[in-house]
């Protein structure tokens, strides 16, 4: 297999660090290998595979040789550079939310959607962390028996909120003074997430709403959404009601569940079975379970999941997406070399 040139950009940052720990985990061909980070960070180091790297600065040209170029360093960074590192050759995966609603650039889930990249630019979204997990455990569900209704209810841990929330959380436990979130959260849930609007939807949810739509390719799907901070670290969990077009039985959404990949499914409540933060952290699957019939409607579920927020709604979806971008392409090669052979 060949070699590919990487760059991750916010690589000192939460998801940044999380980027290299996949890739290490998943041994992705990594050639050359070029890491940035903000101006206070310059000349520090970070390891990858036994290997120190030099933190960089951002410049014009930074890509020219960069075949995939993952980014987290916030929504201006990706706004100016995103599109340079895509001019200058670079196959662009981005952490923010700046390009996730963008026509023009495909939100994806592995999983689900790899293909919508072939009819975008080279500049691809990952969604929101909460709309990973769930569209992953919603997607086989979709396929089977066609949804007509969802209303989420999300469990989101501090780290969603990057190291001032974890770093807020911590404080808070130990009953330091504290003051990124508006209250207490090692006390309390906070049901905010991000700005309100003025129909009462946060950010937030409105991002869980719209993202799911783009990523099923359902436009107009029927969806509302509650999300909700936690006192907990990491992974997030979301509540699911999700009504169908065909009627659906608890076993059959628990056969094709488990079938589908990236999926586990925990379902054995009276044995203390189920989806938890803590089986959930530090991984990359979506644990689903208390999968239960919805008794206020016919064609109805209500389903739980849980996955870690850093790792597949964030880092390692994005690694996830270049590993199947690179065994496509290495596929095709093989069968090129084949056919001329």
């Not at 662009?92 to 700046?98: A, I, P, R």
Request: a negative charge.
């Amino acid at each position: 297999m060949q070699k590919y040139n990487f760059a991750v950009v916010g690589a000192s940052g939460l998801v940044g660090r999380t980027f290299l720990k996949v890739m290490e985990e998943y041994d992705l061909p990594v050639g050359k290998l070029r890491l940035f980070a903000s101006e206070k960070s310059e000349g520090k180091t970070m390891t990858f595979k036994g290997q120190e790297y030099p933190l960089e600065v951002l410049k014009k040209g930074c890509f020219l040789d960069t075949d995939y170029a993952l980014f987290s360093a916030g929504g201006s960074v990706s706004k100016e550079w995103g599109p340079v590192a895509e001019q200058e050759g670079a196959l662009v995966v981005d952490n923010s939310s700046t390009w996730r609603m963008d026509e023009s650039c495909a939100l994806v889930v592995p999983e689900i959607n790899i293909d919508d990249i072939k009819s975008k630019r080279r500049l691809v979204a990952n969604p929101n962390c909460s709309t990973i997990q769930s569209v992953l455990a919603l997607k086989p569900l979709e396929d089977a028996f066609k949804i007509t209704r969802i209303n989420y209810s999300t469990y989101q841990a501090v780290s969603g909120s990057g190291k001032k929330g974890l770093n807020d959380w911590e404080g808070a436990e130990k009953g330091q003074p504290t003051g990124f979130y508006p209250y207490d959260i090692s006390r309390t849930c906070i049901p905010e997430i991000d700005v309100f609007f003025d129909d009462g939807y946060s950010k937030e949810e409105k991002k869980m709403i719209e993202e799911t739509r783009k990523i099923l390719h359902r436009p107009d799907l029927r969806i509302s959404a509650t999300c909700i901070r936690v006192p907990v670290p990491v992974a997030h969990g979301v509540m699911m009601e999700v009504e169908f077009e065909k009627p659906v039985t608890v076993e059959g959404a628990r056969r094709v569940l488990a079938a589908y990949p990236g999926i586990k499914v925990l379902d054995d409540p009276k044995n203390h079975i189920y989806p938890v933060s803590t089986i959930a952290a530090g991984n990359d699957y979506v644990y689903v379970g208390r999968i239960r019939k919805d008794t206020s409607v016919d064609n109805g579920l209500l389903i739980y999941c849980v996955a870690d927020n850093v790792r597949k709604g964030a880092a390692a979806n994005a690694v996830q997406i270049v590993k199947k971008l690179i065994e496509e392409h290495e596929e095709l090669i093989a069968y090129n070399e084949k056919k001329e052979g």
